[in-house]
Every structure is written in C-alpha cells, then in structure tokens.
C-alpha cells in the first residue's frame, strides 16, 4: 500500500458544487502539504499543516480550506468549486526532523471542474 | 518574473545520450536545492538533494549548483528509456521550513 494515499484519484464535477479531496499518511510525519499541479506552472502550495492545530496558508489558498483530522489525516475542500480549478492535486508529508526537507507525495488526485 | 524558472521543453533524446537540464533562480537566499522525478500519473519523487553550491554524483545522475550564476543543473549519463518523465527542479532558503519554490518541470523522453 501507498505511504501517501490521497482519495479520489479522479473526479469530474460542476461549477458551484462542494468538493472534498482526502489525504491519509502512514508515514508518521508530522507536516502534510497540499499543492497544485498545472502544466507550465508547476507545483504551488495551496495549504500546509505542521501539526493537527497548526494550519497555514501557502501561495493560493483562495477558494480552498482545510482541515486536520489526526495527525494521519488532511482534507482538502472546494467550498464552489469554478472551472480555473480544473488541476491536479497532490498531498504531500514531510518528516520535521529531516534536513533534507524531502516531500514524500501521494498519486494525485485530477480534478476536472465543468 | 518567476522565482524559478524552468524550460518544460519537451526534451526527446536517444538512448545512451548525456542529458542537461537546468533551472535558474532569482532569489540569493535559496541554499538547498533538489530534483524530484515524476513518472506519468504519478506523484513526484526526491532523486537528488544538494545544499548550497557544488556537485553531488548519484549513478548516472550529478546535480550541480552554481549559487553565483542562480543556476543548478542536473545531468543524467547514459539515458535509458526508464528515465523518460518530468523533473522537476525545487528550492528553498531554509532545509526544516520545507518551503519549496518549484519550476515547472521538463518532460524527457529517451527512446530506444
């Protein structure tokens, strides 16, 4: 089984609907990320979480929330969800105690807004 | 301007060929650099880690970095076939802060 397991792996959905993309860890990590995958812009941070009562927003946090269930858990929701959120979606964990600042990813989850 | 900036090319070689991929970067507080891989439908992986400037040889991969010019490549020696997905190069100013500014990733295709 995936380290990273992030739930749906695809999704197609309308305009003004509520979506929610689900990540679990079996690493252990403290700090779990979600990004934003478009092509010729590469990965950008949407939100990042350092313990289940630390919640910080990354560089496009608009439009989206999130929670921290447990330390293994960290959802991601689209309140309305509108076509320019038409991405893929990753979640990714990181261990605090590493120097390297490694990012261990799950599969991604592609989703497509009509 | 972008932080960081990368050619998504595509990049298509042959079999056995040396590859140069390269990013350039404009902020000087950026000390740890790294190339992840990603294969098609997958999450990207860590192939190479370096901080600050220099080489790092892993196999048929060396990264370098060259922090006066902004500018780290990774080259890959003898290409196969398997090698052939996105990389993507990331960076950050601080190793425990895990904010990383990443490019947009150069697909590779080595073919037979």
């Known amino acids: 089984d995936a380290d990273v397991t992030q739930t749906p792996r695809n999704r197609i959905t309308k305009t003004g609907k509520r979506i929610m993309l689900e990540c679990s860890q079996t690493k252990g990590h403290d700090r779990m990320y979600w990004y934003r995958q478009d092509p010729g812009l590469g990965l950008r941070l949407i939100y990042y979480?350092?313990?289940?009562?630390?919640?910080n927003k990354g560089e496009i946090s608009d439009g989206y929330s999130v929670s921290r269930q447990a330390q293994a858990k960290f959802s991601l929701s689209l309140e309305s969800a509108i076509p320019n959120q038409t991405a893929l979606y990753f979640c990714?964990?990181?261990?605090?105690?590493?120097?390297?600042?490694?990012?261990?990813f799950g599969e991604g989850s592609r989703l497509t807004v009509l | 301007q972008k932080e960081v900036e990368q050619d998504p090319g595509p990049l298509s070689v042959p079999e056995g060929a040396i590859v140069s991929l390269n990013c350039t970067y404009s902020?000087?507080?950026?000390?740890?650099f790294m190339w992840y891989r990603q294969y098609s439908r997958k999450g990207p992986e860590l192939l190479m880690y370096t901080y600050s400037s220099g080489n790092k040889e892993d196999g048929r991969f060396t990264a370098q970095v060259d922090k006066s010019s902004k500018y780290i490549s990774l080259f890959i020696r003898d290409s196969q076939p398997s090698d052939s997905a996105t990389y993507l190069c990331?960076?950050?100013?601080?190793?425990?802060?895990?904010?990383?500014?990443f490019g947009a990733g150069t697909r590779l295709a080595v073919h037979p």
């Open positions: 990331a960076m950050s100013s601080s190793g425990g802060y895990n904010k990383l500014i």
């Open positions: 979480s350092f313990d289940v009562k630390d919640i």
């Open positions: 990714a964990t990181s261990d605090a105690r590493g120097r390297s600042g490694e990012l261990f």
């Open positions: 902020n000087s507080a950026f000390q740890y």
